[in-house]
């Protein structure tokens, strides 16, 4: 049945299907006290009593009537800034050169939407300039290079180029943009002072004249390859290129000549993946490949390959090359040692244990190798001594604290709001009455970015990290302790699996669904049992998806059934599947779809979905649709947004629903919000007092019915709920069907 069907076409069975509901926090609030082994009568979960989810009226509540538009509500009750502060260090950068003083200067940036850059000189302890990147990625900056001779730094963030000049410390100039281009990567300068870089989803390779801003482009390189990821240049201004996503590919040409391009055979078969570091030294080049452990080494001139690197470098890194009149070397560590390679024989030499803790980057001088350290509060950078092969005392720069923009939350039955961070490591979380924040420890290492989370009794949490499809268990009665925190799988190791998004709870299990890694297409199902807080199956369609070529958003569970939304986005570098998202239902027990059907004709995902006075609820970006879950059949659609289905490329998070008190859902998409009143049968715009106001697409609620959603990227907002004033104009959505 399609959306343009007449809700009166048939019969709702409405009640038949009550008994079979449980208000669990997946079905109302993405909240669920579970006691192992029993079940939640289905009649105390229709009347709404249960303690650790939002109450929902004990009668039948008819949500398919029409809809009068209110006036507006008050926008947002109460802001906590800055909800997720961090410190979390993507690159340093030695900046020689910088001033005619013997100090050592560095660029450091961190991730999330304010301080990315920072100049620090160790010795100082403090950054000396901090900067703001104003529009650009909410990851922060993507690559920069220094360039010694101009005394400036560029710096790419989205597809913008900045500069940043040690002669106006405070200020930061975009230079360009590159307007088919999303993201760019990798940025790095040839002899005459070009810049080059490779870009998402172009799959192409841009060399940039600054001064002229004039630019020269490869093209696409493959028709396969939406992503050029990595960029290294050589002694002799040949540009390589490492690309991925579909079929990881090395590619070279000429600085001179973008269209001279050359194609290096790996001599690996992959499918998907990506050239995950390259390296040229010399005339040596050093190419890292999803998934395959060794590394791989070709000569410069015949593109031929010399020899498989079995000693593999801790996070592909290397330092830079320093050449002597003897010989060309660089650094590397594996399993905590400090090795030197000669780049003309690569023969290795151990220099013994680099200090504890791991490390962010490498910077070889004559005499010393500088160990660059990520801290909880900056940067710790330690010199070893090449000679004596002995670690100086390390200089400690505590750096300007930014955000990372938030990308999930949690309402829990503490009263806290858990945030989850864009490129984020570890997890946050907002006291919603008192304000009071808490972060995971740095010790962890199992929580990155958190794609959606799921609370079952008031101690437990599960969570969904990219970008290796990490399923973690985390207790939060000890939450201090980096002990707590469990990795239970990982499903890109078997399963190719990038993104846990959808989760769900019932008395007895928790389940998840995924989006596929890179380059591929059909997403997972799995389920985990409480009772051992181990999976007990993933089901992933051979491989093809458990919806054929679908990633699985969201979930809702009774104790029979699991219902679940999906997109026809795939990983990213792939291209979306044809047709519109679907719904199911699933039999637990049996293991087997009940049905799946198609409600929306003009969409590509459907998302949050919720079992309410037996209907199944579920959100697209114009607003909601009510799915009768006997069948999957559409028996009615409320207008919100505004914004049409058609408009928008289908997403995994472009919309959400909250549960709030009084037969309240609210529904956000497209910086809109629109809060349903279900009694009054009422709609109404949450929009500030001076039309500013922008919501992001994710919301949350706490049990006792308060929504909060993401203001600015990086603050948690509570919503008002409440219209302003006693008028409103009337109209409906009559026109719906």
């Not at 926008?75 to 050169?97: C, N, S, W, Y």
């Amino acid at each position: 049945m399609s959306e343009s069907s007449s809700n009166s076409a048939r019969t709702i069975s409405r009640r038949a299907f009550l008994a079979t509901v449980l208000a669990s926090a997946a079905t109302i609030s993405s909240t669920a006290e579970v006691d192992e082994g029993t079940f939640v009568s289905s009649r105390n979960a229709l009347r709404g009593v249960h303690k650790h989810g939002v109450a929902w009226s004990n009668e039948e509540i008819d949500l398919l009537g029409d809809l009068e538009q209110t006036s507006d509500t008050g926008g947002v009750l109460r802001q906590h800034e800055d909800a997720f502060p961090v410190t979390k260090l993507d690159d340093v950068l030695e900046l020689p050169g910088y001033d005619e003083s013997a100090g050592s200067w560095f660029a450091v940036t961190i991730s999330g939407v304010s301080n990315q850059l920072q100049i620090i000189a160790p010795e100082q302890g403090r950054p000396q300039h901090t900067i703001d990147i104003p529009t650009g990625h909410n990851g922060g900056i993507g690559s920069l290079a220094w360039d010694p001779s101009e005394r400036h730094i560029l710096l790419t963030s989205a597809n913008h180029v900045y500069i940043w000049e040690v002669a106006k410390p405070n200020e930061l100039r975009k230079v360009l943009t590159i307007e088919e281009a999303e993201y760019l990567y990798g940025l790095t300068l040839d002899s005459k002072g070009t810049a080059w870089v490779g870009s998402f989803p172009t799959g192409s390779v841009f060399g940039l004249d600054i001064k002229s801003k004039s630019m020269k482009t490869t093209g696409l390189l493959a028709e396969d390859t939406e992503y050029a990821r990595k960029i290294a240049i050589d002694d002799e201004d040949n540009i390589w290129v490492g690309t991925g996503a579909q079929k990881p590919r090395l590619f070279v040409f000429p600085s001179e000549d973008v269209e001279q391009i050359t194609e290096i055979n790996l001599g690996i078969e992959a499918d998907t993946g990506f050239i995950s570091s390259l390296h040229a030294f010399g005339s040596r080049i050093f190419v890292s490949v999803s998934g395959l452990s060794e590394q791989l080494v070709f000569h410069r001139k015949s593109h031929r390959p010399i020899r498989r690197l079995r000693r593999v470098w801790s996070r592909r890194i290397a330092s830079n090359v320093v050449r002597s009149e003897e010989n060309s070397v660089f650094y590397t560590v594996t399993d905590g040692s400090l090795f030197e390679t000669d780049v003309r024989t690569l023969k290795d030499v151990e220099l013994g244990s680099i200090p504890e803790g791991g490390f962010d980057a490498l910077i070889a001088r004559e005499d010393r190798v500088l160990v660059v350290q990520g801290t909880s509060s900056g940067v710790c950078i330690t010199s070893i001594d090449l000679a004596t092969r002995m670690p100086a005392a390390p200089y400690e720069v505590k750096l300007q604290s930014g955000s990372f923009a938030i990308q999930s939350l949690l309402g829990a039955t503490s009263g806290e709001v858990y945030v989850g961070g864009f490129m984020g490591r570890g997890i946050a979380s907002v006291n919603a009455d008192t304000g009071a924040r808490w972060t995971s420890p740095s010790e962890q290492s199992v929580v990155h970015q958190i794609e959606q989370m799921i609370e079952v009794k008031p101690s437990k949490l599960y969570l969904g990290s990219y970008g290796h499809a990490d399923i973690v268990k985390v207790d939060l009665e000890d939450r201090d302790s980096s002990d707590s925190y469990d990795l239970l799988e990982r499903l890109s190791r078997k399963y190719r699996q990038s993104r846990p998004f959808g989760w769900a709870a019932n008395a007895t299990s928790v389940f998840f669904g995924t989006v596929p890694d890179y380059g591929r297409s059909g997403g997972a199902l799995g389920m985990i049992s409480l009772r051992s807080d181990k999976i007990s199956w993933v089901l992933d369609g051979d491989g093809k998806g458990f919806i054929k070529g679908h990633s699985i958003i969201g979930l809702v569970a009774d104790e029979q059934y699991l219902y679940g939304t999906t997109s026809v986005r795939n990983g990213y570098g792939i291209a979306d599947t044809d047709g519109p998202a679907t719904a199911f239902k699933f039999d637990i027990e049996a293991k087997e779809l009940v049905w799946v059907t198609k409600p929306v004709a003009d969409t590509g995902a459907l998302y949050s979905p919720k079992l309410l006075s037996g209907m199944l609820v579920v959100a697209d970006i114009e607003g909601i649709n009510i799915v009768d879950p006997a069948d999957g059949t559409l028996l009615r659609k409320h207008h919100l947004s505004g914004i049409k289905n058609k408009y928008r490329r289908a997403g995994w998070a472009n919309a959400d629903l909250a549960i709030a008190a009084g037969n309240r859902l609210v529904h956000s998409s497209s910086g809109a919000a629109t809060v349903i009143d279900f009694v009054a049968r009422t709609k109404a715009t949450i929009a500030s007092k001076d039309g500013e106001f922008r919501l992001g697409s994710r919301l949350t609620s706490l049990p006792d019915g308060r929504v909060f959603g993401v203001s600015g990227d990086s603050s948690l907002a509570e919503l008002d709920l409440k219209p302003r004033g006693v008028g409103f104009s009337a109209r409906t959505d009559r026109q719906d069907f």
